[in-house]
């Protein structure tokens, strides 16, 4: 038995291909190797490299993995990246099967989506979105949260393959909604995060350590994302690196913005806290880390919340 036939003999198996394997794309991708005929495709060569000699098969071009699954997820950086994929230069959308499900686990955009799938589902075709929560320390301990947006026989038709990937898998409603809930809790991780740095910058001026109040917010009331894991894991520790980029997240609290503004719904303390991403983003670049806004509040309070 050669590699590829071991593998598809795995119970329950399913050909699944994925496109995209970022700090995000790469650790879910390995959680698919165990249950599943898993192939892989990225534009990096330094990429696609992580995977030479684990348990999938490196596909040449998206268009060949596309030709050779039933079911292809992506996670890319943005909805325009899978409306290029698909009908751009590559023509992926051209040679998926009749039939193919298209897994969405890009934090995207609910409009872009919904066009797509429609423009795809006119052969056959089904998209649905199922973006993550949780980075790449939930993906790798598979418990990340997946926020599906899908009809109900869609999302019973890709829970054995995502059931591979977590234990938390929810259904959000129709095509889109998935992408919807995702940004507005982005947005929400924002926010408090940002509050968060600045009321620890003001404990620290006060005389606290910045462990100490951490550590005490997080068994009280004001405790949150940030306290419970962005500065134990990312600041405190001193590492300043929690895999997501400031890029990232404005693109994602940009996508509920405009969610906000297409349906009149004010966002006051949203848009404060995105002002001050862009402030940071402008300070140190957008592809720097998330982590990297603590020393925005650090420079503008003179608190030092670093080791
Ligand atoms: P990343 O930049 O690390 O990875 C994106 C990957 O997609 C890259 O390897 C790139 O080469 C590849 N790619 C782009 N266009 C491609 C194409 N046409 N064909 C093949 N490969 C292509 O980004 P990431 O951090 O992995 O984020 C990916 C998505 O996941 C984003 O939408 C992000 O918002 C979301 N997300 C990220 C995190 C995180 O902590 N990093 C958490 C939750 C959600």
Redesign the pocket.
Known sequence: MDQLELRTAKEGDMHVGF???????APLARRLCTDHTLWV????QT?VDTFTGADAQVAKS?AELAESVDIVLT????SE?LR??LFGDQQVASVLKTSTMLID????DPGITRDLAAKLALDGIDLIDA???G??KGATAGTIAIIVGGSAAQFSRALPVLSSISCNVMHAGDVGAGHAVKAGNNLLNLVCRLATFEVVSLLVKAGVTPENAVSIIQKSSGRNYATEITLPDNILSGTLH????MG?MH??SSVALQMADDLDVPLPISTTAFANLKKAMNEHGQESDMSAVALTYENDSGARIRP
């Not at 929690?242 to 980029?245: A, D, H, Y």
């Open positions: 496109i995209g394997l970022g700090n995000m794309g495709f990225d534009q990096s990429a998206a996670c890319l950086p943005t990246d290029s994929l686990m890009t934090t995207g973006p993550v929560s980075g790449p929690q895999g997501f980029t990232l693109k994602d």
